[in-house]
């Protein structure tokens, strides 16, 4: 059974870090009001809008985001710690990571795309995570909605979630523990210390901008690692800028038809459960998911997601 942190109540404070990518202030700007206008305090961690240029645009040195990190899980003051964005980065922390405090007062680490790595670490832990929007996201169009059921988790609401049939789905009844996250971060950390325990659980998987035959690679992967004879279900969220622009006329989509097809191609041989078009990923609608957490599917004419 996965820990769960505490709700959060009106005034707590939410940290927010940089542990990949760096950002820009005004990027934030509009994140930053919300997280304010649902009642809670945020905290700005020192690095921030710190700026490390590396052959990547890193917000800051490993150590200045391992220092925020820390600081932002450990610290008794801190009710939630919530990326600003993803990119590249995370892994670089994982070895660096003290839990010492945060075992003692867990509390929810917020995020996505290259957070991937610090979920399945705190998972590894025994702790769950959401995996929903970051704060960056909020400055170029994504829905309120994506942020109003995150916060509802945050304050001890379990989202519900009810979607239209797809044709590449397997029907089927599935209850199991969520785990996954951005699938280039699981390939990532196939054969590590901190890749996801698979077996039994329910899979989770959404990428953006993938060649199809990248796509196909990872996937092939999973198959190699022995991942699809471990699952008891799958589901596969936003799969956008897939392929080439000048190509694919779904480019700009959240669900790309052809990476599903790749995807439910590979998979065919076995009969688990599988949701595709999950609304979740480098998605303007991104309905926030638990990593960790228990979730019953049933896939039908129609799909139902409770946790």
């Excluded at 991937?116 to 960056?136: D, M, P, W």
């Excluded at 996937?219 to 799958?234: D, P, Q, R, W």
């Amino acid at each position: 059974m996965k820990i769960f942190p505490k709700s959060l109540k009106r005034g707590d404070k939410i940290a927010i870090i940089s542990p990949a990518g760096s950002v820009e202030p005004t990027q934030l700007e509009k994140g930053i009001k919300m997280i304010k206008s649902k009642g809670f305090e945020p905290i700005l961690g020192e690095n921030l809008y710190t700026k490390f240029s590396n052959g990547y645009n890193y917000a800051g040195t490993e150590g200045q985001r391992l220092k925020d990190i820390n600081w932002a899980l450990n610290d008794s003051e801190i009710s939630a710690v919530w990326a600003s964005r993803g990119g590249y980065g995370c892994q670089h922390l994982v070895e660096g990571l003290n839990l010492k405090e945060f075992t003692k007062d867990p509390k929810w680490y917020i995020g996505y795309s290259d957070n991937t790595v610090i979920q399945s670490c705190l998972l590894k832990k025994g702790f769950a995570s959401i995996h929903g929007q970051t704060i960056k996201t909020s400055s170029f169009g994504v829905t309120e909605e994506s942020y109003d059921l995150l916060v509802d988790i945050l304050k001890g609401k379990k989202p519900k979630y009810s979607l239209e049939s797809n044709q590449f789905n397997k029907k089927g009844n599935i209850e199991g523990e969520l785990i996954g996250g951005n699938l280039a971060l699981i390939y990532a950390l196939l054969g590590t210390k901190y890749s996801f325990d698979f077996k039994d659980k329910i899979l989770f998987i959404e990428d953006i901008g993938e060649n199809f035959y990248a796509l196909d690679r990872m996937i092939m992967s999973l198959e190699l690692a022995g991942v699809f004879k471990k699952i008891k279900g799958l589901i596969v969220g936003g799969m956008t800028n897939m392929g080439d622009e000048k190509d694919n006329k779904q480019y700009e989509e959240s669900f790309d038809g052809f990476a599903n097809q790749i995807i439910a191609d590979r998979i065919s041989k076995y009969n688990f459960p599988v949701v595709f078009n999950f609304p979740n990923g480098h998605i303007k609608d991104n309905r926030p998911l638990i990593i960790g957490s228990q979730v019953k599917i049933k896939v039908n004419d129609k799909v139902k997601v409770e946790f």
